[in-house]
């Protein structure tokens, strides 16, 4: 049985890139499944597509491919990559789309240098048709990640990819507002526990101080804010039947601190 490909874009539905992505894809690998992660990543937001990469890629069966196309970029001088971590395999653009889950395990790349594994006279704005979708494809077919290109040293990465750390605190980003306006940080609970066992803490983000963790958003009265762990593990900040982003004002990028009480 051929490996699943899964599929996550900028591309919504309405239009007929998503199909053309499988199109090409079953062309190459007849028969090969494929699953939908999302198509409804915000148009040319890296962050939001590194999010859902992060938290969903990892739980698929060994030997899965993920094809994963947002690219503002597409025909400049970023690279096209494929990307290996343990039995997954990443193809997409080296623009920090794979940030987060790179930053979580160690992880081998490569250049997609080699045209033999792409389509013809590929399209300068359409890379996810002509270069990322057949490389999948053929990679399902089982084509060695080595065969595609050259090793790539190092990816490119967001600026607030990766949290900072001292004796006095922590300095994190948020780094995604999902659907329910709650505010998803880059803070893993395991850097909090360094701090100890339930240290004495406040939380800044935007205008808002919070001074405890909560195991979850009902913990407090209605309509007032919490920190807690979300399911990803890591720190989240929500309103209780409420739209943190919109009622803290705080916007994906805003930093959060974290001060520990000596």
Do not use: C
């Amino acid at each position: 049985m051929l490996p699943l490909i899964t599929l996550t874009t900028d591309f919504g539905v309405q239009d007929h890139y998503v199909g053309v992505l499988k199109a090409v894809i079953l062309s190459i690998a007849p028969g090969v499944r494929m699953i939908d992660i999302s198509h409804e990543i915000p148009p040319q937001d890296i962050m939001a597509g590194a999010w859902v990469v992060r938290n969903s890629a990892m739980l698929f069966p060994p030997n899965s491919i993920h094809l994963v196309v947002v690219d503002p970029g597409v025909g400049t001088q970023r690279k096209p990559i494929a990307m290996q971590i343990k039995d997954q395999i990443f193809v997409g653009p080296d623009n920090g789309i794979f940030s987060l889950i790179a930053d979580q395990y160690e992880h081998h790349t490569v250049e997609l240098t080699n045209s033999k594994f792409w389509r013809p006279n590929p399209s300068n704005t359409f890379h996810g048709r002509d270069i990322f979708a057949p490389v999948a494809a053929h990679l399902a077919n089982g084509t060695d990640i080595h065969e595609l290109g050259k090793p790539l040293e190092s990816l490119e990465t967001y600026r607030w990819a990766v949290p900072i750390s001292d004796k006095d605190g922590i300095q994190g980003w948020i780094v995604h507002i999902d659907r329910f306006g709650n505010l998803i940080s880059n803070i893993p609970k395991e850097m909090i526990e360094e701090a100890g066992e339930d240290p004495n803490i406040k939380i800044y983000v935007g205008n808002t101080i919070l001074d405890r963790l909560v195991n979850t958003f009902g913990e407090v009265t209605e309509g007032e804010p919490a920190a807690y762990i979300g399911s990803a593990g890591m720190l989240e900040i929500a309103i209780n039947k409420g739209d943190a982003h919109e009622m803290l004002g705080v916007e994906k990028g805003a930093q959060i601190s974290i001060v520990i009480q000596k």
